[in-house]
């Protein structure tokens, strides 16, 4: 059992994308154990990209997630990393097979709808990031 990050960009949500991406999340059998939507802190956006600092669409990365609301889900499952990882598709939509969420929504790796941990020790510190309090608020 694992438990991974997915970020809803801003794009994603101001196209109404967020009830698609939580339904195929749902339908491949994975649970959604955390849900809010957040007009994102710049100190997190940077600990989040912290790995990108440094790199040419660093401040464009940062300040796209900073342009509106996102959404933050915990994912919960078998592999849920890997398999989160896979249904969201290659980084470059063009490149993302068809079927993937970046596949059949997106177009441009600018607007790639959406963010997903990329191991269980980068979930495990997004998480933390993202829920600081947990998953689940009280
Ligand atoms: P992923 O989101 O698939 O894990 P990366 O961690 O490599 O991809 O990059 C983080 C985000 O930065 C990407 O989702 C994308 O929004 C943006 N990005 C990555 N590479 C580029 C690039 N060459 N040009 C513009 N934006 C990029
Ligand atoms: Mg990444």
Redesign the pocket.
């Known amino acids: 059992m694992e438990t991974t990050l997915v970020l809803i960009?801003p794009g994603g949500v101001s196209r109404n994308l967020i009830g698609e991406i939580c339904r195929r999340i749902e339908a491949r059998g994975l649970q959604i154990t955390g849900l809010e939507l957040i007009r994102a802190k710049r100190e997190t956006v940077e600990a989040h990209?912290g790995?990108?600092k440094g790199?040419?669409?660093y401040e464009?990365?940062v300040n796209?997630l900073l342009s509106g609301p996102i959404v933050a889900l915990a994912v919960s499952g078998e592999n849920a990393v890997k398999a989160i990882r896979a249904m969201?598709g290659?980084?470059?939509p063009i490149d993302a097979t068809p079927g993937t969420v970046r596949g059949d929504l997106a177009l441009s790796?600018?607007d790639?709808l959406v963010?997903?941990s990329?191991d269980v020790e980068a979930a495990k510190f997004e998480l933390g990031l993202w829920f600081p309090a947990g998953p689940i608020r009280s």
């Open positions: 960009k990209y790995e990108h790199k040419g669409f464009d990365v796209y969201m290659a980084t470059n790796i600018e790639n963010h997903s990329s």
